[in-house]
């Protein structure tokens, strides 16, 4: 969460009105259907008694409701509050711009409305979002070969000193670090089952994970020192590619990947996430099943240990593979999303997933 939700009081009365404030913050749980809706919901009111309200997805899933047909929970906003949408475009068009709260007002928007909207939209601020931009491109250029000063004027510092604090603060090393290495870029990707962290180099996936898995920060850490590069934020062909690839199979309308992926795993590792690509969509594999491929029955642990090292979900399906008893097992990105996923690939046509050009 990032804030805390108000009373169920307000929130009924935000569900009366209809309001999108909460809008990915809070759903509303209808004990007298069995269903659970955006606040925004057009459908006719449930009595006060008869509501539960939730911060996410999973703990209405969990809590035993099913999503509402007429909003659709499950699904992203069709489209972006029109404020955001300007922001963004003004942004793009000057990425390197050192944007403040001034500029804002001279371009009439109100820096407070600005802030709110774009924390409910993409769960950053607006400020925030503009000097991550900033260092990303600054990290861009000195891996190229740029100098640190020239990295520091081009991202809008006129102190050296403000210019690498700033810098170590949202890439983890100084500036003089990164020059003339490779570096890695993270942005990410909404979904139908929330925010996905994508991070590759300028040819290769290397991580694509939902915002909220706990082994998250973990995963970063280690992809940093097994490639032995810094992670900026900012967009190369990779995430562009997977994004689309996502949109497309989410719509129910792509069952390959053809982004290239680097896997950065065990011998071991790698081979039980290439059986895992090998099974269709649609279908499902239990570990041991997989373990006979790669090894022996004994191995059944170290390939649920391998599944769960899994770095790229959904590419890698390793929510296709579940107990031997039918059973979902575990699933880093949360259950109630495993189930999801196995629901929606039984809809597509049974061709298997796999990515091509993995190094």
């Known amino acids: 969460m990032l804030f805390d939700l108000p009373n169920d009081d307000i ?13 990915g913050q809070a759903f509303v749980c209808v004990k007298s259907t069995g269903i659970f809706c955006r606040l925004s919901c057009p459908a006719r009111k449930p009595k006060r008694e008869n ?10 899933i969990n809590s035993g409701f099913r999503p509402c047909e007429r909003c659709r929970p499950l699904n992203r ?3 972006k509050e029109p404020l955001v949408n300007d922001l963004l475009k003004l942004l793009d068009r000057a990425p390197d711009r050192r944007w403040t709260e001034d500029d804002l007002v001279r371009r009439g928007f109100d820096p407070s409305t ?4 774009f ?16 260092m990303g491109e600054a990290a861009r250029q000195l891996s190229g070969g740029a100098s640190v000063i020239e990295a520091q004027i081009d991202a809008g510092y006129d102190s050296p000193s403000g210019f690498r604090a700033a810098f170590a603060k949202l890439i983890g090393e100084a ?16 979904t139908p089952l929330g925010p996905m962290v994508a991070v590759a180099d300028k040819t290769h996936l290397h991580l694509l994970e939902f915002h909220d898995r706990k082994a998250l920060p973990t995963e970063m850490e280690s992809l940093k020192r097994k490639t032995r590069s810094a992670v900026a934020p900012g967009r190369v062909p990779p995430i562009d590619r997977i994004e689309a690839e996502l949109k497309a199979y989410f719509a129910g309308d792509l069952s390959e990947f053809r982004t290239p992926l680097a896997l950065d795993g065990s011998a071991f590792e790698r081979e039980v996430w290439a059986e895992l690509v090998k099974i269709p969509v649609g279908e499902t594999r239990s570990y041991s099943d997989i373990a006979r491929e790669v090894a022996t ?11 769960g090292a899994n770095r790229i979900a959904i590419v890698i399906p390793c929510h296709r593979c579940i107990g031997s008893d039918g059973s979902l097992t575990g699933y880093g990105g949360g259950l109630w999303r495993k189930q999801w996923l196995l629901r929606h690939e039984g809809k597509l046509k049974p061709v298997g997933l796999f990515a091509e050009d993995v190094r």
Not at 11 to 23: F, G, H, K, P, Q
Not at 114 to 117: G, L, T
Not at 119 to 134: E, I, P, S
């Open 77 to 79: 906003p069709s489209d």
């Open 119 to 134: 924390k409910r939209v993409l769960g950053v601020t607006f400020l925030d979002l503009a000097r991550q931009r900033r």
């Open 51 to 60: 509501t539960l309200f939730f911060d996410s997805i999973a703990a209405c």
């Open 175 to 190: 500036p003089a670090m990164s020059q003339g290495r490779q570096l890695l870029f993270a942005d990410t990707i909404e």
């Open 297 to 307: 029955l004994q191995a059944v642990r170290a390939v649920a240990k391998a599944n």
């Open 114 to 117: 600005v802030r709110r909207a």
């Open 11 to 23: 929130l009924y009365d935000a569900l009366l009105a209809r309001s999108v404030d909460y809008e």
